[in-house]
């Protein structure tokens, strides 16, 4: 072990360490890691039922045995969420003032607490979010396990143990190293909690010897819809790798994992760490005897392991060695990492964690091989090896891949801090690699020109590609226009090789977030904040104030006459703090009868009947003031779920008719007066009308003047939950360019987002828009897209999101095909065609629009050059045949 490391390990050993790390521990076992800083009040989280068998989360802990899966009841119906005295407003702040160029230790605290956001499962009951409920509480139901829990991995919501594994081990390495950092900026129980978090899933996720399950949800199925974790509805299926189809890469970086967050946990929780390690030498084991992949096969083309297992074997073997001291583990390690991929030019990454597994050998060992990997791959990255040196973008970047370009360099920050304070580092390159990292993390953080860490700095940005902090409840990412929610500590993706970012939702190249992102970045973060500190707010927390009524009833007059009044409403439910699921409303109108009982006739005169429901049932009338002759008619939606997930989901509408056999004058009724002179076309908020969940109010107002607060929704645009200093989108040099070609009635847009420089996938985003008199058919229609391969290597072809809108909507990713075939002939700027074509039914009627975002890549992920491709020139140069026939752009 180096000197470096052992002076990490001896103040880890220090008694007032011990002290406070032990408190820290039992607070967070007790309450949960908010109670450490003593101001979240218990959270009573309204119709929240706990499964028969399911065990309670006391703070980050959750159940590692299995449970009765058929009493869970799915989606989660928080309505709120009390979190004390927690806002995103907080202005306070407390701690060592920084020295830097930023604030590394305000920057710390959010790129933690975007941890919290994407946690699955069921969550602790004190939280620093107020938009974020319990979720995928069935995952692990179809194999009669409960694999609740973890981290969901970008946007979307699929839990990809690969990565998710890499996240965890690389922010144990960073408390390993740094660990007196995250003491002093009040971070450590942050960051150990969402280790926990972690590792608490994986030991789920490894029921028995020889088992691991990998993965829940499927990736095509859960990138088909868009909308918000809590109401998810679709199958999430649970894989597992076995001695039959085993999962060496995936196993060896769960074991890493494990073994990782075991020694971080040995002082401050050794039965904890205790458990974590016998896991991980099982996983371990099970990994290192069977050395194949061929039953990891689920996250291919989202997570494939092209780098093989080997890098993970070392890395796993590594940690055991540190956890346990043990000369074989290190011995394996050695063996391992010289038949490792030990590319110096890319970065320690969920794929490729032989640059991690370097560094920890190198400042273990001090011998010459791990040492020269980690120098090479720095060196490459800052003054160059054998005249070759990594991209740098003309503002400062170092610009690996147009796929998470901040990722890789901030992670390279994190690795070139780590060595630098190392002793192991040669004294003239020390000065180079921390500069390095400072000059990475600073860019990230603004001298770029623009923050990419959302909700820190200046012109952070808005609408990162992500379900839940969208917060759409039709299905749909482009409605509401502007996200709904601050996602918090997220590092976006970054901009291409020329600075140039687009801050869109679509953009899911540059704009997506993912845990594996923020990873390195707050390890760098933690690096800096040694040497520079920091403030931190005090009181923060993604708590933010609800805008609009998240449940409302809309209606409008749809047919009056002389003894009866015809009602139409719509129940709405657009929740999003959290998003919820409402099964059993109730909705009233109060009328005044008392010009029926003038002329002797009584409230059984009154027939209630319904023309149109799409679930509400006619319940009858009701008295509410007898004396006064008030009473209700009521509509109950028992059994018929209303959620924000789609357009048929999240608004429910229902025509009732209200007739009497005698005198009527519906102009007195209490309800009447916000539908008073509308007609069936136009719809208005209905205040004075109730709705009901369980028995409780929780929109509009009842006769006495008991009522909801009530704030008319804006449809389709929520606003800014922040007030923000700039929202004006920056797009430096040519990270997309857009433009159409029309004919024929329809005009087509294409955004390539892989226009110049070089990546590891070709990606854009066509739009058709019918702008014509008559409907064309789906399957009618082909795109040819016309580009170069660079090379002999098999092709494969992903379509992330489609969707067919306008007169209806349609999600269509799933039934978007693409082929690729060789052009003859010399073509210029091109050799290989991809054809796109929709395997649909559906027709693109007049004023429809036909959304497809695709992507290519190579099976061995190896670099386009983008420049030398023909449809890299826009739309013109990008063909839409129509039943064969070429009707806009060009062919080359």
């Known amino acids: 072990m ?395 970047l170092a610009w690996l891949d147009s796929w998470g370009s901040l990722r890789y360099a901030t992670t390279e920050a994190f690795i070139a801090a780590v060595y630098s304070k190392s002793d192991v580092c040669p004294d003239n390159k020390k000065d180079i690699y921390y500069e390095f990292a400072v000059s990475q993390v600073n860019y990230a953080l603004g001298d770029g020109g623009r923050s990419y860490l959302i909700g820190f700095g200046e012109n952070y940005p808005q609408n990162p590609h992500h379900r839940t902090a969208q917060g759409s409840y039709s299905n749909n990412m482009n409605e509401p226009a502007e996200a709904r929610h601050t996602l918090y500590g997220a590092l976006v993706g970054g901009p291409d090789a020329n600075d140039g970012y687009e801050d869109s939702v679509s953009n899911y190249i540059n704009n997506e977030v993912a845990c594996d992102y923020n990873a390195g970045f707050v390890g760098a973060l933690a690096c800096l904040y040694e040497d520079f500190g920091g403030q931190t707010l005090v009181n923060f927390g993604a708590v933010e104030e609800v805008p609009v009524d998240e449940v409302y009833i809309d209606a409008c007059v749809n047919v009056t006459g002389e003894n009866h009044l015809e009602v139409k409403a719509y129940v709405t439910n657009v929740s999003a703090w959290p998003a919820r699921t409402m099964d059993a409303v109730t909705m009233r109108y109060f009328m005044d009868l008392s010009e029926v009982y003038a002329n002797g006739g009584t409230a059984e005169d009154i027939t209630l009947t319904t023309n149109y429901s799409q679930g509400g049932s006619a319940v009858g009338v009701m008295p509410w003031d007898e004396e006064n002759h008030i009473y209700y008619v009521e509509i109950q939606f028992a059994g018929e779920p209303i959620y924000p997930g789609g357009q048929s989901s999240y608004k429910i509408e229902v025509q009732f008719r209200m007739t009497s056999a005698s005198a009527w004058d519906n102009s007195n009724d209490f309800s009447y007066q916000d539908i008073a002179g509308t007609n069936g076309g136009s719809t208005v908020c209905a205040t004075h009308m109730a709705l009901y969940e369980d028995g409780e109010l929780i929109f509009g107002t009842e006769p006495d003047g008991e009522g909801v607060s009530v704030t008319a929704p804006t449809q389709g645009n929520t606003g800014d939950n922040v007030p923000q200093e700039d929202t004006t989108t920056q797009n430096n040099g040519s990270q997309s360019d857009s433009n159409s070609v029309s004919g024929d009635g329809l005009t087509m847009t294409i955004d390539n987002q892989s226009k110049s420089g070089s990546g590891s996938s070709l990606a854009f985003f066509i739009t058709i828009r019918n702008d014509g008199d008559e409907a064309v058919a789906l399957s009618d229609l082909e795109i040819q897209y016309y580009f170069t391969e660079d090379g002999d290597e098999n092709l494969s072809f992903w379509c992330d999101y489609s969707c067919l809108s306008g007169s209806t909507y349609t999600t269509l990713t799933d039934k978007i095909n693409g082929s690729f075939s060789s052009l003859s002939g ?49 739309a013109d140069k990008t063909a839409l045949f129509c039943e064969d026939e070429l009707i806009l752009g060009s062919e080359p």
């Open 826 to 874: 010399n073509k210029t700027n091109a050799d290989t065609k991809l054809s796109i074509t929709c395997d649909s039914k559906d027709a693109l009627r007049p004023g429809d629009e036909l959304t497809i975002q695709v992507r290519v890549a190579k099976d061995d992920w190896s670099n386009f050059e983008f420049g030398n491709d023909y449809s890299a020139g826009g």
């Open 2 to 396: 180096s000197e470096e490391v052992k002076t990490v390990a001896k103040k880890s050993k220090k008694g007032w360490i011990i002290v406070g790390v032990i408190i820290a521990a039992l607070i967070l076992v007790v309450g949960g890691a908010a109670a450490v800083i003593g101001i979240i009040s218990l959270v009573k989280r309204a119709g929240n039922e706990a499964a028969n068998g399911q065990a309670e989360s006391i703070g980050s802990e959750q159940s590692t045995e299995e449970t009765e899966n058929d009493s869970f009841t799915g989606a989660d119906t928080n309505t709120a969420i009390n979190t004390g005295e927690l806002s995103e407003l907080a202005s306070e702040y407390e701690g060592r003032v920084g020295t830097g160029d930023y604030n590394y230790g305000e920057a710390l605290q959010k790129s933690i607490l975007f941890y919290e956001l994407q946690r699955s499962g069921d969550l602790p009951e004190e939280t620093r979010c107020n938009w974020r409920g319990d979720s995928g509480l069935l995952d692990g139901s179809d194999v009669g396990l409960d694999l609740t829990g973890g981290l969901y991995d970008a946007g979307d919501h699929v839990k990809f143990n690969l990565p998710m594994a890499y996240t965890s081990s690389t922010l144990s390495m960073s408390v390993y190293v740094n660990y007196d950092s995250y003491e002093e900026s009040g971070q450590l129980v942050y960051v150990m909690d969402t280790v926990k978090w972690i590792n608490d899933y994986l030991i789920k996720c490894h029921p028995e010897d020889n088992v691991f399950f990998y993965q829940v949800g499927d990736g095509s199925i859960d990138h088909s819809w868009w909308g918000p974790a809590e109401v998810m509805q679709m199958e999430r299926p649970s894989y597992k790798v076995d001695m039959q189809n085993p999962g060496s890469t995936v196993s060896a970086g769960a074991a890493a994992s494990l073994a990782s967050c075991s020694v971080i946990f040995k002082d401050s929780d050794p039965e904890y760490s205790e458990e974590c390690l016998e896991h991980a030498k099982q996983l371990y084991e099970f990994a290192a005897s069977t050395l194949s992949d061929a039953g990891y096969t689920a996250a291919n083309g989202f997570y494939t392991s092209h780098s093989g297992f080997y890098d993970e074997l070392t890395w796993a073997a590594a940690w055991l060695y540190i956890a346990t001291g043990d000369e074989s583990y290190l011995a394996d390690a050695k063996t391992y990492f010289a038949q490792a991929d030990t590319n110096y030019k890319w970065a320690h990454c969920w794929d490729n964690v032989s640059i991690g597994a370097a560094t920890l050998l190198a400042m273990e060992t001090g011998e010459a091989e791990y040492k020269q990997l980690v120098e090479n791959n720095l060196d490459y990255w800052t003054t160059g090896v054998n005249g070759e040196k990594i991209t740098y973008t003309p503002q400062g």
